[in-house]
């Protein structure tokens, strides 16, 4: 269990006197989550639900939901695994005792929950009482040549929409039951790999109507924002018709700096040592913001989301969150926060004070 020594957080408690930046971290566990409020993180500001379907027997529940032949099936499927997902919830507003909590929306491709081996996939078909040649063409027709570049994130939460409904259904009851014992929960709901604004229109209209239905069956009528994650080039582009629907932009600076060098985040590590040595990337940009290109389409994203909504509340999420570049950076383009681990968490609300402080003593 993380802890700070007492000396260290008197100092921390004198940066945040200074610091005008807010510093959240990205959290995923009830662990994550504790680490986050030992070091005074002001909110999670990116809880990643994916791996909450790996859990246990939820993967088996998934595939299941994955070889549904109807949204009906799917959803019956989804009705078990949402008391699950609602506990994971419940736990992390607990935690985190009224600060805000951004969950992310179901990211990964579907067939990351499938076998791929002749071994796994005759196992899931006796599972599933299947015969394997069905087992087989549903592993091949989801397989795709660019998954990360493919069916997943918000793509996957339009087409198959019960998913984005079970997990809002599950934040929204696990925000009643904890408001119901203490402050109000306003749950944060971000949509990820948006690229256009009728994507954040389409899970809006689902996702409200669920909220209507929630605050129907409990009587409690609770408030939550719906925000999206830029980390598609064309989402930063289109910063102004998209926080027409959403109330907060989180950029998402891991897939952006993919898409924006068109280089791979799994695969750069091959030639990056080669690339910084003759000086053709200053630095790694997966470690440090590049300002220069990626920096550009933060600050034309900002810009035009604050064009498309003035008070939308802007943020950075991605690992270069906690770095005291990006934090330079995101101060000077008004940002509201940034979010990075949860160890990171110190270090950045002390950069943030002396970047304030420096600025303090040149004015
Ligand atoms: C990102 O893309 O910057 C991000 C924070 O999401 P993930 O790393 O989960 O893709
Ligand atoms: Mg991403």
Redesign the pocket.
């Known amino acids: 269990e993380a802890a700070l020594d007492v000396g260290f957080q008197t100092l921390l408690g004198w940066a945040d006197e200074f610091r005008d930046i807010g510093v959240r971290a990205n959290a995923d566990t009830p662990a994550d989550a504790r680490s986050a409020r030992t070091f005074a993180a002001e909110g999670i500001g990116?809880c990643?639900t994916e791996h909450m379907f790996f859990e246990g027997d939820r993967i088996g529940l998934m595939r299941e939901m994955i070889f549904a032949d109807s949204a009906k099936e799917r959803r019956t499927v989804l009705d078990r695994l949402m008391p699950m997902q609602r506990g994971d919830f419940t736990a992390l507003f607990e935690i985190m005792a009224g600060k805000p909590v951004c969950i992310r929306l179901f990211?990964p491709p579907l067939h990351e929950f499938l076998p791929h081996d002749k071994a796994g996939m005759r196992d899931l078909a006796e599972g599933l009482a299947l015969p394997l040649s069905d087992v087989t063409a549903r592993v091949e027709a989801l397989a795709e040549y660019n998954p990360m570049l493919g069916l997943r994130g918000v793509r996957l939460g339009i087409t198959v929409p019960e998913i984005y409904e079970m997990q809002a259904r599950a934040i929204f009851q696990a925000a009643v039951a904890v408001s119901r014992r203490g402050d109000p929960v306003v749950p944060e709901i971000m949509i990820?790999l948006v690229s256009a604004m009728r994507e954040v229109e389409l899970v809006k209209v689902r996702v409200d109507a669920v909220a209507a239905a929630v605050r129907g069956e409990t009587g409690v009528d609770f408030e939550y924002r719906l925000g999206v994650?830029v980390?598609t080039p064309r989402a930063a582009l289109r910063a102004e018709d998209i926080a027409q629907h959403a109330s907060f932009l989180s950029f998402?600076?891991?897939?952006?700096t993919q898409m924006t060098y068109g280089l791979s985040r799994d695969d750069a590590g091959r030639f990056m040592s080669a690339y910084v040595q003759q000086g053709v990337y200053p630095e790694d940009p997966f470690h440090t913001l590049d300002v220069e290109g990626v920096g550009e389409l933060l600050k034309m994203g900002a810009q035009r989301g604050r064009a498309g909504r003035p008070d939308v509340t802007l943020s950075i999420?991605?690992?270069h969150g906690g770095s005291r570049a990006a934090i330079e950076f995101c101060r000077e383009q008004g940002f509201d926060y940034v979010s990075c681990s949860p160890f990171r968490v110190p270090a950045a609300r002390l950069s943030a004070a002396q970047l304030a402080i420096g600025d303090a003593s040149k004015a």
Request: proline fraction near 7%.
């Open positions: 990116l990643r990211d990820p994650m980390e998402g600076t891991n897939d952006l999420c991605g690992e």
